[in-house]
């Protein structure tokens, strides 16, 4: 099927500082973009989502934004906390309403 | 809310034996489940989609056979995986939506180990 990329694979920020995470992907019919986070040995957990009629949506230090022309989405989570380091992934929902994932980034808050 | 279980949370067998994993749904009714697999530091690979009642269907390249699904109920999907080798040794995780393309809602993971 489609691919998502995504990028950076790995990403260390000093804690209070910002962290991006970018992917692209290529299928126009795609339309519920959402972002998860996991800790080693855990589940995936939905930390927001977008869908394609919204450019932008906010959830206290985490945020997402989407461009459809451009068909990319990124992750933005200020004032970064150790508790957020963990392994990211973005994911899209394809015709079928499969979820597609990104290859994740692996993201270290150093205090 | 929209929570999902998985037993068991691990499980070691040996080589040749089948193993299977259960997927719940215990506080809604999941129209489809889905099944990936993932291998230590890479993403989710999607396995397969059960919908309630009719046969899953897979993603090339993965052993219909191999990975025998059953959804017999809008709350309960398991995965057997048959004569098991070393090779599936692997993260299995299940989620479940309660109407296509909305959110998944994703269990806790089994562990896979075939010696």
């Known amino acids: 099927g489609e691919n998502v990329e995504q990028h950076p694979s790995t990403l260390s920020v000093q804690e209070g500082d910002s962290a991006v995470i970018k992917c692209t992907y290529s299928d126009s019919a795609s339309n519920y973009f959402p972002w998860y986070k996991q800790e080693l040995g855990k589940r995936p957990q939905l930390i927001i989502d977008i869908r394609s009629n919204v450019g932008e949506k906010k959830d206290q230090r985490i945020a997402v934004t989407l461009n459809k022309t451009a068909k990319h989405f990124s992750l933005h989570i200020t004032e970064t906390q150790p508790e957020d380091s963990a392994v990211y992934f973005c994911a899209r929902t394809d015709s079928w309403g499969k979820l597609q994932f990104g290859a994740g980034t692996q993201v270290v808050v150093t205090p | 809310g929209a929570v999902v279980s998985q037993h068991p949370s691990w499980v070691i067998c040996k080589s040749g034996t089948s193993v299977k994993i259960e997927c719940r749904s215990l506080d809604f009714q999941a129209t489809t489940m889905f099944w990936y697999r993932q291998f230590p530091k890479q993403s989710l690979m999607l396995m397969a989609t059960s919908n309630e009642g009719s046969k899953a269907t897979y993603e090339q390249g993965v052993e219909k056979d191999k990975f025998l699904i059953n959804h017999a109920s809008l709350t309960l999907s398991t995965l057997t995986v048959t004569s098991a080798h070393p090779e599936d040794s692997s993260f299995y995780i299940c989620?479940?939506?309660?109407?296509?393309?909305?959110?998944?809602?994703f269990g806790p993971g089994t562990r896979l180990t075939v010696t």
């Open positions: 989620s479940a939506s309660g109407l296509a393309g909305r959110e998944q809602y």
